[in-house]
Antibody, heavy 121, light 107 residues
Framework: EVQLVESGGGLVKPGGSLRLSCAAS????????MNWVRQAPGKGLEWVSS????????NYADSVKGRFTISRDNAKNSLYLQMNSLRAEDTAVYYC??????????????WGQGTLVTVSS | DIQMTQSPSTLSASVGDRVTITCRAS??????LAWYQQKPGKAPKLLIY???SLESGVPSRFSGSGSGTEFTLTISSLQPDDFATYYC?????????FGQGTKVEIK
């Protein structure tokens, strides 16, 4: 059974930093593109960032570009999101999900349970 | 950037109704469109990918159609478990814009 488990969320002050982790079991992350998607309280889904299986290609939403960094450690079968210069509007549940690729045509077919990030003074 | 617009934002329907949700892309996305169902407090669930391909385990009352800029999700006979919020998403290997969502409520 595939499981993605996010961790690292919590309460942080504006301007602060947080590092989210996504640990996989039943799935070899090194074979897959991966995504972070977030959802502000009571709002819709927002794609945040994507990383290719080899980390050779990375992309960010304009709303987080220059502040967030996606990375992966295939040896640890884990995905990360380093979030710096956090703002109140970054408050959301953050999900990791398996992404699409030329060999994996389904997008976001596996999701974690999400981790809540709250940015507030 | 590609923008995705869903309609309606809210839909009130009864069990057994046929329900259609529309998603429009600001430019052609070929067939690279997915549909998700989300229930409160839960992660989204993939229903449809490549505009019309049904994800494994998803009931056949769900179907998707369209290409280019206009897409639809149809539930042929609404069931009690289907009351939820539905999102479309245009996607490629390294990005994916979501629509704003359609909440399907009990009439």
């Amino acid at each position: 059974e595939v499981q993605l488990v996010e961790s690292g969320g919590g309460l942080v002050k504006p301007g602060g930093s947080l590092r989210l982790s996504c640990a996989a079991s039943g799935l070899t992350l090194s074979s897959h593109n991966m995504n972070w998607v977030r959802q502000a309280p009571g709002k819709g889904l927002e794609w945040v960032s994507s990383i290719s299986s080899s980390s050779s290609y990375i992309n960010y939403a304009d709303s987080v570009k220059g502040r967030f960094t996606i990375s992966r450690d295939n040896a640890k079968n884990s995905l990360y999101l380093q979030m710096n210069s956090l703002r109140a509007e970054d408050t959301a549940v953050y999900y990791c999900a398996r992404g699409a690729s030329p060999t994996q045509i389904k997008p976001n077919d596996y999701w974690g349970q999400g981790t809540l990030v709250t940015v507030s003074s | 950037d590609i923008q995705m617009t869903q309609s309606p934002s809210t839909l009130s329907a009864s069990v057994g109704d046929r329900v259609t949700i529309t998603c429009r892309a600001s430019q052609s996305i070929n067939i690279w469109l997915a549909w998700y169902q989300q229930k409160p407090g839960k992660a989204p669930k993939l229903l449809i990918y490549k505009a019309s391909s049904l994800e494994s385990g998803v009931p056949s009352r769900f179907s998707g159609s369209g290409s280019g800029t206009e897409f639809t999700l149809t539930i042929s006979s609404l069931q009690p478990d289907d009351f939820a919020t539905y999102y479309c998403q245009q996607y490629d290997s390294y990005s994916g814009t979501f629509g704003q969502g359609t909440k399907v409520e009990i009439k």
